[in-house]
């Protein structure tokens, strides 16, 4: 295990006892917390401890917010949406572009921050930031082709003006989870603002203080007070009088909460978004190259400790090139470094909390004792951090075990053989859930056309996840109990506006003119219409 040495100037550099005792002092400076906790909209005077996943450092205490202080962020927002949708759609731009640039100078402080709340390794901590910048030059760069007024065709050629104008919703409810504490929190608000929206969010309880940091962030970039909000609390708690106050709502964590929040907005009337879960399948067709796809799938199966929505849990494997490949990932496994580490040249970081690691162990023990084998793996690794778990294969998954169909969310990967690939497209699509799937393949053709087959939101071929997921020109999000909406691209800004269709009529009217019957009327526009489709016209 590595020493947790400090990686930034932000760090407190030792308790009084560290090398006993991680516990015994703050992992961060007191004011650098402070400046961040104060940003939370709280006057309840109450406080949740939280503590590093990785050694149980206790990090901060977070201000919590009543539905009293949740009234308060809408009110701000309210206030402050009215100037900010007036506010040029080039100087929204901008401030995204600068935000692109100051998530990139300051990414060695925002991935301590990541890896001391998340206990995520360093390398997987950077996906983060990247994930953000990505977003922020994205619509920053397109700004104006998703949210310029568009020229549609008029009913009557010439003298029927239309465009339609995109009017942002006004104040979005986020609601994000602790996996990706940075970019969850984030990468959803950022269009919303774009497009003329306030935005009051509840990141998870567990990381905060990554989510305020991407707050101050955003008012380094330029974005004016009362435009981004952050209120603290369970969400079983808050979640409520957020969703009465909201113009849209997006939520991104598990299915059974998202379908609490889409009953909520449905009994309103608004509009929302819902990432989910998922239990993502891999395909290795056997005429994928060995190497790269067993790379490929220690990526799709442990990055971030599995603890990812779009990565895989369930792996198809041609049966030609089964030993040959599962031989590959077994030794690709079983090279990977754990650790407890601030510091790069780590593989695999902890499970953030105990109740993660106790549905990762129960997933493993059932499947073993209804007679999975585990081919590595398999244990927790207290010797590493209280919430460590080992990168595990399983081999003879079988449809009464709880991983077969379940979502784990932790580094355990079930292996099948298939022997013809419509058979392993079926399996695939078995299940409740249709978020990502990764496809190996020498044949990219071929992988495409199978894609096309797959019920998912996203499918990558011969790549874990990645190459959807940072295309944000693309949209991201789940099919079935994966979700509803989507993410990313022109989907992921046009779900917080409301299309307005503004027609300007000159000349003719849409009644009998010049003292003509109704029925002349009809006939005439009848005469039209046949015109029109003889023209081509649509
Ligand atoms: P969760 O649903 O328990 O919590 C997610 C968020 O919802 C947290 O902020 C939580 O405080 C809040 N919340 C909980 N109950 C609420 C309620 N009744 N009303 C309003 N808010 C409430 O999810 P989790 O288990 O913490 O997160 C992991 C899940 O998230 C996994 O299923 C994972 O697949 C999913 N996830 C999906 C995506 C995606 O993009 N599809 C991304 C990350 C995580």
Redesign the pocket.
């Known amino acids: 295990m590595s020493e947790q040495t400090p990686a930034s100037g932000h760090l407190v550099n030792g308790p009084a006892d560290p090398e006993h005792d991680p516990k015994a002092s703050y992992a961060l400076e007191p004011d650098y917390v402070a400046n961040l906790t104060r940003r939370v909209v709280s006057t309840t005077g109450a406080t949740v401890p939280v503590e590093s996943p990785l050694n149980g450092q206790p990090l901060a205490h977070i201000p919590q917010s009543s539905a009293q202080d949740v009234a308060e962020a809408y009110a701000r927002a309210r206030r402050a949406q009215v100037t900010w949708a007036r506010t040029s759609l080039a100087d929204r731009a901008a401030m995204l572009l600068r935000l692109h640039d100051l998530v990139l100078d300051r990414q060695e402080e925002i991935i301590d921050l990541i890896v001391l709340e998340s206990g995520k390794s360093r390398k997987h901590a950077f996906d983060e930031p990247m994930h953000i910048a990505l977003t922020a030059r994205y619509y920053g760069r397109t700004a104006h082709e998703h949210l310029d007024p568009q020229r549609k065709l008029g009913v009557v050629p010439g003298l029927t003006r239309v465009e339609v104008n995109r009017l942002p919703k006004g104040v979005v409810g986020i ?6 504490p940075f970019t ?1 929190a984030l990468c959803d608000g950022l269009p919303a603002l774009l497009a003329g929206n306030a935005v009051v969010t ?4 567990q990381t905060m203080l990554s989510a305020l940091l991407g707050a101050q962030l955003l008012e380094e970039a330029g974005f004016p007070e009362g435009v981004w909000n952050v209120v603290a609390g ?3 708690e ?3 009088p ?2 009465e106050r909201s113009d849209y709502v997006c ?8 379908k ?2 889409a009953s ?1 907005c449905a009994d309103r009337l608004i509009g929302a978004s819902l ?4 239990k993502n399948p891999i395909l290795i067709l056997r005429d994928a190259n060995l190497e790269k796809a067993a790379e490929g799938a220690v990526r799709a199966s442990f990055s971030n400790a599995g ?4 990565s895989v849990e369930r792996m198809f494997i041609a049966d030609q090139i089964y030993d040959r490949f599962v031989q590959r990932f077994v030794a690709r496994t079983e090279a990977m470094t754990l650790g407890s580490s601030m510091e790069w040249g780590v593989d695999m970081g902890s499970l953030i909390s105990q109740t993660q690691l106790e549905t990762v162990q129960a997933h493993v023990d059932d499947a073993v004792a209804k007679g999975a084998r585990v081919l590595t793996g398999g244990r927790a690794r207290p010797d590493l951090g209280p919430y460590f778990f080992e990168p595990t294969i399983l081999e003879g998954v079988t449809p009464d075990m709880t991983c077969f169909g379940d ?1 784990t ?1 932790g580094p355990v990967i079930a292996l099948y053989r298939f022997h013809d690939e419509a058979d392993a497209v079926a399996r695939a699509n078995a299940g409740d859930y249709g ?1 990502n799937a990764s496809i190996y393949t020498s044949d990219g053709a071929r992988g495409r056309v199978i894609a096309k087959e797959i019920k998912c939101g996203t499918v990558n071929i011969n790549e874990a996840f990645g190459a959807t997921f940072a295309s944000i020109d693309s949209p ?3 099919m079935r109990q ?2 509803m909406g989507r ?1 990313q691209g022109s989907e992921g800004i046009h779900r917080y506006t409301e299309s307005q269709s503004v027609a300007t009529q000159r000349l003719v009217r849409f009644a009998p003119m010049l003292g003509m019957s109704d029925e002349t009327y009809a006939k005439v526009m009848t005469a039209q219409l046949r015109l029109m489709k003889k023209l081509g016209r649509a």
């Open positions: 609601i994000s989870p602790w996996n990706y969850m509840k990141p998870d309880a369970p969400g079983a808050i979640g409520t957020m969703i939520f991104t964590g598990s299915t059974a909460t998202g609490l929040i909520q990432e989910l879960g998922g603890q990812l929505c779009v979502e969310f978020l991201m999000g789940g994966s979700g993410r």
